[in-house]
């Protein structure tokens, strides 16, 4: 101990470790100078984008190396909403798990609420009536809209202009009322049941719906006539976020992404569910494959979705809602309410729920708004999925994200993710 406090305290010590700490700066100096040979100015930067940010569309994170205001890298980081909504589902009966599919791509609800159901009735061999059918589609290309509607007012907000985003919301506040007529609840609606419908759509609900659909049509074509040759909202958007046909199918894009790329793919024409094989309508696509092409896309769509519902009302048939057989579907509220046997089925239901066979398993997928929305269910025979897994749109496309990031601009970074229309509660599920 001794000998090496006197070692310590030697000058020759000091001065020796001082030479050696200058010469490691030396060293580190020019090692840096070196590097950065090619970048004098230091124009060279990371840039962390997120995740507790107003413009990426929910809590994203993203890496960003730029060259100047130049995007050279990007990468994404996801996992910051993280709630394991596919292992709650292996804890619930397939009825409680509905409401948390509203919670997933919220913006679009009723979507999530019949491809879960689809799912399961596919996996249990389920007939639902026919005037269930359509009320489902009515509910799902009015949340399509839905959808629509807040994607473009916030694409035209991250352009430069404010005031659309309340014209927007103005045409979703109609369907909020609409959903509130139908399904008794404004956001997460939860009104598709495995079977059928939890209820019939109102004399209220039907004006509501009929009067939107002959007005709707109006302010579409009002928005078209603003924004179509507004120079400042297409110079912003055309050629900005490019993606080829051959990246977005190696990429697994689905939606309007993969039509504004050129692949004209719409499962409710090419897999019809519910009652689509009998709709007329087209499938909007585009061949540019950039953040223009993306709002001529998801435009149109709304315009098909206004046909479709226009077929869904004119065909509405009469009839039951729901599957008439207790081990399928809930009861109605008078059986429950008036008879021994309804309040036995409704709580069979409530605390088992339907059991489909021990080793089935299934894949179903709707077009939700945003695009592919799979369902993969593997059932062990008890009113709960053994395991239950989530193919989800938004996931999908967040992928393209980095691919059309690299080559932009620093300043069309906002607008490229607002044209992928991200929803990180189905992304991080």
């Known amino acids: 101990m001794m000998e090496l406090e006197q070692k310590s305290a030697s000058p020759t010590f000091f001065k020796k470790h001082q030479e050696s700490f200058y010469k490691s700066l030396e060293d580190k100096h020019t090692t840096l100078e070196f590097e950065d040979s090619d970048d004098p100015l230091n124009s060279r930067m990371v840039l962390n984008m997120g995740p507790s940010h107003p413009a990426t569309h929910g809590v994203l994170r993203l890496l960003l190396q730029l060259n100047g205001e130049t995007i050279e890298k990007a990468k994404l980081d996801l996992g910051y909403l993280h709630r394991g909504v596919e292992k709650i589902a292996e804890n619930k009966t397939y009825q409680e798990f509905m409401p ?159 039509r504004g790329s050129g692949y004209a793919y719409d499962i409710r024409r090419f897999e019809p569910y519910l009652k689509y094989d009998e709709m007329d309508f087209e499938i909007p696509t585009r061949l540019e494959g950039d953040n223009l092409a993306r709002y001529y896309v998801r435009m149109e769509e709304m315009h098909e979705s206004i046909r479709i519902l226009r077929q869904c009302l004119d065909r509405l048939p009469k009839g039951p809602i729901r599957a008439n057989d207790a081990k399928q579907a809930y009861p109605s509220k008078d059986e429950v309410y008036y008879s021994m046997e309804g309040m036995i089925h409704d709580f069979m239901m409530t605390d088992t729920g339907i059991c489909p066979p021990e080793g089935a398993e299934v894949y179903h997928a709707v077009e939700a708004p945003k695009g592919e929305l799979g369902y993969f269910i593997q059932s062990d025979g008890t009113g709960h999925p053994w395991r239950l897994k989530v193919n989800a749109p938004s996931f999908r496309n967040l992928q393209v994200l980095e691919h059309s990031l690299e080559g932009a601009s620093i300043s069309d970074t906002v607008l490229i993710i607002g044209s992928i229309d991200p929803v990180m509660g189905e992304a991080d599920k």
């Open 100 to 258: 948390y599919t509203d919670r997933m791509d919220y913006l679009s609800p009723y979507s999530n609420n019949v491809a879960l159901c689809l799912a399961v009735e596919k996996l249990a061999d389920v007939e639902v009536p026919e005037r269930a059918q359509y009320i489902r589609m009515i509910g799902a290309e009015l949340a399509r809209i839905s959808a629509h509607l807040l994607w473009l007012g916030t694409m035209v907000m991250d352009s430069g202009a404010i005031s659309f985003f309340i014209w927007t919301f103005r045409e979703r506040e109609k369907i909020y009322d609409i959903m509130d007529q139908l399904a008794g609840h404004r956001f997460t609606v939860s009104h598709a049941r495995i079977g059928g419908v939890a209820n019939d759509i109102t004399d209220d609900a039907m004006a509501l719906i009929k009067e939107f659909v002959q007005t709707f049509p109006k302010e579409l074509k009002g928005f078209h006539s603003m924004l179509d040759r507004n120079r400042i909202f297409v110079d912003r958007n055309v050629d900005v976020g490019v993606v080829s046909t051959e990246k977005a199918i190696d990429l697994g894009a689905t939606g309007p992404i993969l």
